[in-house]
């Protein structure tokens, strides 16, 4: 069972920045693929960002490319998603996911991920 606590979430005005973290426990977290994911009101939750286990692999949603950065650290169990340059559109509730099956697969894929944190509130004001 791997537990999942982000934080970080807060509200800014357009241009400003927010980081994201998202801390876990159980299984071997340098195993396993974290990805970042949100959910606008009244939208269907979408891919974000993601990153193996090893940190070599990374993924950006064409909407966040060039604005966002995802790493981790294996040694704290935890991945962050720096958010420069942030938009209006960029308010959502962000959640961190973890598929523990594998390193690296299809990280677009929400089925593909096991384990889900509950989710942190990002508002970007104009």
């Known amino acids: 069972q791997v537990q999942l606590i982000e934080s970080g979430g807060g509200s800014v005005q357009a241009g400003g920045s927010l980081r994201l973290s998202c801390s876990a426990s159980?299984?071997?977290?340098?195993?396993?693929?974290m990805g970042w994911f949100r959910r606008a009101p009244g939208k269907e939750r979408e891919f974000v960002a993601a990153i193996s286990g090893s940190g070599h692999s990374i993924q950006y949603a064409d909407s966040v490319k060039g604005r966002f950065t995802i790493s981790r650290d294996n040694a704290k169990n935890t991945v962050y998603l720096q958010m420069n340059s942030l938009k209006p559109e960029d308010t959502a509730v962000y959640s961190c996911?973890?598929?523990?099956?594998?390193?690296?697969?299809?990280?677009?894929?929400?089925?593909?991920?096991?384990?889900w944190g509950q989710g942190t509130q990002v508002t970007v004001s104009s």
């Open positions: 996911a973890a598929d523990v099956q594998r390193g690296w697969g299809t990280p677009r894929v929400l089925k593909e991920y096991d384990f």
């Open positions: 159980g299984g071997t977290f340098s195993s396993y693929m």
